[in-house]
């Protein structure tokens, strides 16, 4: 296991499709976090998982963005009826908690998602 | 809440040449750990160089170190001897110490500076 892994790494939809995009965490760890990266801003936390657990979500998670890790491994998001302003960067990272934790996140390369 | 600012939204050095990058922070939190983590273009950010608040002295690592100002609120990166595999985006970004201890942790990041080493 080389690093997280995220797939697609770009996606172009139409306004009102639905897409999901899929993380792989670094196989041991144990935290996994999504966050979102417009053009000239830092990425935004969207939300985070402890093992299989959602812990936190951002109010940038709107009703239309929902997360799951249903083993505790891999993670999916999904964005229902995508508007343009969904257009951005949406990075996963993950981490190792607790033990070991210096507070380091090791992110993938992103999905790229444009909506038309 | 936390913020984080940079502003410097480009910078430029010469290969060889040091650079320092800016940011600020603003929190009411007394523990906390700063970060400078670094997004080359189309790569995946990695981190850089960590800075734990409580600790006085300024973290180093290789030729990246920081200028840890906790009553100004200020932590600025410093690269000396500039490579054109710096070239990258460089995002300053804090964490509640609190908040990691407490099982879950999440990173707030300013804006970032892109840094483009020439030759």
């Known amino acids: 296991d080389t690093g997280v892994s995220q797939n697609p790494r770009h996606k172009i939809t139409k306004r009102g499709q639905n897409v999901t995009f899929r993380c792989d965490p670094i196989?041991?760890?144990?935290?996994l976090y999504w966050y979102r990266q417009t053009l000239g801003q830092g990425p935004e936390f969207l939300t985070y998982?402890?093992?299989?657990?959602?812990?936190?979500k951002s109010r940038l998670l709107s009703d239309r963005f929902s997360a799951e890790r249903p083993k505790g491994s891999f993670s999916t998001l999904e964005i229902q009826r995508t508007e343009q302003g969904d257009s951005a960067m949406y990075l996963c990272?993950?981490?190792?908690?607790?033990?070991?934790?210096?507070?380091?996140?090791?992110f993938g390369e992103g999905s790229r998602l444009t909506v038309l | 809440a936390q913020t984080v600012t940079q502003s410097q939204p480009e910078m430029s050095v010469q290969e060889a040449e040091t650079v320092t990058l800016s940011c600020t922070y603003d929190?009411?939190?007394?523990?906390?750990?700063l970060f400078w983590y670094k997004q080359p273009p189309s790569r995946q950010m990695i981190l850089v160089i960590r800075?734990?608040?409580?600790?006085?002295q300024n973290a180093t690592e290789n030729r990246f170190s920081v200028n840890f100002q906790k009553a100004a609120k200020s932590f600025s990166l410093k690269i000396s001897d500039s490579q054109l595999g710096d070239t990258a985006m460089y995002f300053c970004?804090?964490?509640?110490?609190?908040?990691?201890?407490?099982?879950?942790?999440?990173?707030?990041f300013g804006k970032g500076t892109m840094l483009l080493v020439s030759p």
């Open positions: 970004a804090f964490m509640t110490r609190r908040r990691m201890n407490s099982g879950y942790s999440t990173l707030t």
């Open positions: 929190t009411s939190e007394n523990n906390y750990y």
């Open positions: 196989s041991e760890h144990n935290r």
């Open positions: 998982f402890q093992n299989e657990a959602q812990l936190e």
């Open positions: 990272a993950s981490s190792l908690a607790p033990s070991g934790n210096t507070g380091e996140l090791f």
């Open positions: 800075q734990e608040a409580y600790k006085q």
